[in-house]
């Protein structure tokens, strides 16, 4: 599901976060990520939400390469992953129940659907009866419980959860621990980023731990080779052809080519695209003028249907 290849992320020439990083985790696994403050563990969730990309390597989420995605189609990418940051991040505003049913209002799902989950996942962390409290009147543990809880709300392939018992005490973090091994149970591969070190040693789960920057060592690693050395094919994921619409059938190849690498499959996705992203496309003045025409000729008709 997710394979980092030797991964380097540097923020200036002086400070490297991750040097050289490379594992994998598959589909349904349970692992931390886990070394002191400033190793890299935090950096490794920011590169995988593509909220930093990295300075060299190449980063998988299935056949999906994150550093490359197109920012258009970061919102629908980002819905295969649920996430619980250190700072939990519920809405103030909100009561516990209100803030499960926005993540699925969001989503678009219809008023039994938001009504069904949202009471399925207040059970799941145990919360039913405290779901009309606001997050000021929840205990720590309560918060990051209904946190995890809105982050399930759509139903994510990943689970991250950043330093989820950060600020917490002993038996809280053990009752959110247990939430997290229920989570993995029902099918979700889940990532815990931790330094809980209490945490740790109660699981019998694969430990990557970060130090300095690197990967310092692996109790579930499987066998991966570096690109110095060649990764084995069945170790990538095949990357699926994009298929560009029929619409943009008599477009020059090399604009295909570059619709493609972008993931514009479809003429509504190539009007939403910013100029920022036009610029990042990296067209030439004819492609430019090419992709011009067309944007008029559809819009015209379309118009005209």
């Known amino acids: 599901m997710v394979i980092f290849d030797t991964v380097t992320k540097k923020y200036k020439e002086d400070i490297t976060a991750l040097e050289d990083v ?20 935090s950096t490794i969730m920011k590169l995988l939400i593509r909220e930093e990309v990295p300075t060299s390597g190449s980063i998988f989420f299935n056949e999906i390469e994150v550093p490359k995605l197109n920012r258009r189609l970061l919102p629908a990418y980002r819905q295969k992953l649920g996430i619980v940051f250190q700072d939990i991040k519920l809405l103030s505003t909100k009561t516990l129940e209100e803030n499960i049913a926005f993540a699925l209002e969001i989503l678009d799902k219809s008023h039994k659907e938001i009504k069904d989950t949202t009471d ?28 995890i809880a809105r982050a399930l709300a759509n139903k994510p392939d990943l689970f991250i959860a950043d330093e989820p018992t950060g600020n917490l005490d002993s038996q809280s973090a053990f009752q959110i621990l247990d939430i997290l091994k229920t989570i993995n149970k029902n099918g979700t591969t889940v990532m815990v980023i931790s330094h809980n070190l209490d945490l740790i040693n109660e699981s019998t789960s694969r430990i990557i731990n970060i130090k300095d920057g690197k990967l310092n060592s692996d109790t579930g690693a ?34 295909r080519d570059k619709l493609k690498k972008f993931a514009i499959k479809t003429p509504e996705i190539l009007l939403n695209i910013t100029t920022s992203d036009l610029k990042g496309m990296e067209l030439s003045k004819k492609e430019n003028k090419e992709l011009a025409n067309f944007v008029k000729k559809y819009l015209s008709k379309k118009k005209n249907e």
């Open 22 to 41: 490379s594992f994998r985790i598959d589909p349904g696994e349970f692992c931390f990520v886990v070394g002191p403050s400033g190793a890299g563990k």
């Open 120 to 147: 399925y996942l207040l059970d799941l962390v145990g919360l039913r009866n405290r779901k009309m409290l606001f997050p000021a009147e929840l205990s720590g543990g309560e918060q990051q419980r209904g946190a």
């Open 222 to 255: 499987k066998s991966f080779k570096s690109k110095e050395k060649e990764i084995p094919e069945k170790e990538i994921p095949k990357k699926k052809e994009v298929e560009l619409s029929k619409e943009f059938e008599k477009l020059k190849e090399p604009l």
